[in-house]
């Protein structure tokens, strides 16, 4: 058997091909932009074309593919895609013809999760959640020791776990998701709202993003901080019921929200010990990803091990 | 072997053991009511009194055991329950050596959760919560076909999961708690707050507890149904968060508010078809326990079968 797998880590704006060997290490990354308009056939095209660049000197083992939206693993279909358009995709036949190779797909958190527990912050914990955090947020959940991704493959949709009743109206209609209150649109529309010429936000010519926000409170920008103190309590209200009902050893933050590192850290590990019940608070760990960007090829790639090696 | 086990199911105001056959059936049930006053020595001595009351002809196998409170079912200690007022008292340990058989503990909600997953509501299915409302909201979760306890053992808390962050305060501490907002001494407060004299709540004698608002609200009185209403809102929104995360095939609802039956549960389950992601919410079912108040002795009585069949 060859000594490496592929792994793939799809998103609405890139695609990340690379080698993945039996111990998680990635080489030979090849990046590009995914064209989200030439449909799944285009985007499959890519992706074969991406694995095809890094796949020498002789093919990989497997594929293994994260994918933005709602996987059946069974079947490897992707059922709903929101960031690439597509609905009822059958991926893993589709690369698996064009390549003649076995490819396994994911859900891409389920996948960055999987690439956390073994590899990064997650290694030695067998109840965790991992918490994604960027322009929506998603999470994904091992339990004793597996990924748990729920008989119908869409478990750990965090964003969508009502905290505001009086909250603003989110993207899938229901009112008061957690994704509402603290994702990177939500840190946006809130320093919109509340920006005065006395915060260094005002100047800006830059987009008034949740970056922008977390760089003006590295310079001590009160009302910046304000806006990170805010995003860490909602969160940490949303965790805390989550830690109360699943008591989890760890829960690791990542997505580019979570690259504001200790600044929304500390916070958010001070609301979630505050706010939920003693027992499950006391154990419960916070700790920032470990692989960044790389979680997603290196999951995709374990994902593949598991898949040739017939793991569960 | 012995061909049974005793089951008990120990509550803040009464106890009950009885035999249970490997099947899970129960005979020879015994009540008392419990002397909490008494403190755990007290407790434990009407325990082993009610165990041996069912013992006949012969020893029993093993004894189970649900307490209402945090478990370490490594240790069988409950570490702390707020209706018992223990904190730290080696339960399995007492019982055993004053019955000198073995004795296998765990959470009173986890236990009911056991019973009805092998032989009531939730038979034949791998993934499902169990809610149980009355004075407190708990819950127990069953992932993969396995009761899930968290690293703790304190999984399942999910009356205390925030869903309300204008709401009240809990008896945890917390604000907004779902335990403040549609358990039994919710719904009281609630009829007491907006009761007028153009509703049969307003003339009743009993107490204004959750019971008369259901009794009210099956004949046709107004307030009584905007109550049952807003309760099915708000366990709706915590469950349509819980469907989410977890991706449940199946919500029981059990305890003493779920007696109402269908006028709870009707709109209770349209909150949470309507309130969770199409994909999750169209595959969850909503069902009525079906053990009633046996769940508990028959779920314990697994428990020990289970312990002395050294199932994991």
Redesign the interface.
Known sequence: MPDYVVGVDLGGTKLVAGQVAPDGKVTREHYAPTDVAAGPGGVLAQVAAAIRRVSEPQPPAAIGLGVPG?VDVNTGAC??SPNLFWRDVPVAQIVSESLSLPVFIDNDVNVATLGEHRLGAGRGY??LIMVTIGTGIG?G?V??GRL???????????G???????GQVCN?G?RGCLETTCSGPAMARRAAQLVTPSSMLWRRHQPLDARAVFEAARCGDQLALELVRETAAWLG??L???V??????LIIVGGGVAAAGGLLLEPLRENIKR???P??AA?VEVAVAALGARAGVAGAGLLAWDGVQGAP
């Open positions: 709602l059922l709903f067998r109840n999470a959940l339990v004793e748990y991704r729920g008989p119908g493959g869409s478990a750990g949709e965090l969508h776990v009502p905290v505001d009743p009086a899938c229901n209200m949303g805390a019921g989550v109360n009902l699943l008591n989890p050893e706010r939920a019940l027992h499950p154990m």
